[in-house]
């Protein structure tokens, strides 16, 4: 296999993005004086932007890449769904998979920008774990998308509450059933509860946090693979993928066990770099490419979207052209 066959191959992937979603805003304007009723910045607001966030930033990233994406969610009746849904139906993302329910917000999270300066950040969120009923209907709707034929299945956690103990341990059996690969992007509260998975992607403090190690992975390595070896006594994944920061990636399977070390950037933001991390470790291990492989256009793509300010998608041409300039082999 090519660059140029792997990513056409990323075109026939069919993936389900499975987690907690939530809308970006965006409040701008300029800062001219203090406000004389406390001392806060007075923004005079020039504007409003609403994006994807969360789980949908993984399917926008996936969309960018070329994958066709559904989303499975629960969301609220309110009119922040209303706002959800038309984004996602823009960026060609499926709603198909998504519950509605009149028990559950929409998350928001709203961010008031002045002088380009994050002054304050509002969240309108609900974090308790879905009713049974709602994981009933989500579990519903996820069996007949697998039915339908998909590639992988990606758990997106942001420990909002749609990713329950018991959905996840269901819904692997389910995927396991329909022959669908699994990767997990995971946080604290349900850490160990994805077990057999394929692909399980902490990040270094995840991992620590996770197994209830310390770790410093420059100064004591061997400390980092108890901690690997920790992890997967419990999860038991095919392959455990390791994102480390400044360190680059770590990754292993039965087989072998790879360090890939982190490109040298200019660091502007490093918010959503998880969320392209895992997109293209999805659709490598989708397409069938090495472990190394998979680590390594992973760790490119975390590392170019780190190189723009706020939450971005990985374009597909970027990320081909600096793979190419690098050598990196399928």
């Not at 774990?129 to 758990?155: P, R, V």
């Not at 160990?192 to 902490?202: G, I, N, R, S």
């Not at 419990?234 to 292993?252: N, Y």
């Not at 072998?256 to 392209?276: E, F, N, P, Y």
């Amino acid at each position: 296999m090519t660059l140029e066959t792997l990513f056409e191959d990323f075109k026939t992937k069919k993936i389900i993005v499975l987690g907690d979603v939530m809308i970006d805003a965006y409040l701008t304007g300029r800062v001219d004086r203090v406000s004389p009723e406390a001392p806060v910045p007075i923004v005079n607001f020039s504007k409003r932007e609403e994006r994807l966030g969360g789980a949908a930033n993984v399917a926008l990233n996936l969309i960018s890449l070329g994958a066709q994406v559904t989303m499975s969610t629960v969301i609220g009746q309110d009119k922040e769904a209303e706002t959800m849904l038309q984004l996602l139906e823009e960026q060609a993302i499926s709603t198909s998979g998504i519950i509605r329910s009149k028990e559950r917000q929409t998350t928001v999270k709203t961010r008031v920008i002045g002088n380009h300066q994050q002054l304050l950040r509002v969240d309108q969120e609900q974090t308790n774990d879905i009713s049974t009923s709602e994981e009933n209907a989500l579990l519903s709707d996820l069996e007949n998308l697998l039915k339908s034929g998909c590639d992988a299945l990606i758990f997106q956690d942001y420990n909002k509450g749609v990713l329950t103990a018991s959905l996840i341990e269901k819904v692997i059996d389910l995927t396991k059933q329909y022959n669908v690969l699994t990767t997990v992007d995971p946080k604290l509260k349900n850490f160990l509860a994805y077990k057999e998975v394929t692909l399980f992607k902490p990040n270094l403090k995840e991992l620590s946090e996770g197994v209830q190690m310390k770790i410093d992975f420059a100064k004591e390595p061997k400390q980092f693979e108890r901690a690997i070896e920790k992890l997967k006594s419990i999860v038991q994944p095919d392959i455990v993928f390791v994102t480390l920061s400044e360190h680059g990636v770590f990754i292993e399977n039965k087989e072998s066990k790879h360090h890939i070390l982190a490109h040298k950037r200019t660091i502007s933001d490093v918010s959503g770099a998880g969320d392209t991390v895992i997109s293209v470790a999805t659709l490598c291990l989708a397409a069938g490419v090495k472990i190394e492989t998979l680590a390594a256009m992973a760790n490119l793509a975390g590392g170019i979207v780190c190189e723009y300010r706020g939450v971005v998608a990985i374009k597909a041409q970027e990320l081909f052209d600096e793979a190419k300039k690098l050598g990196i082999k399928c």
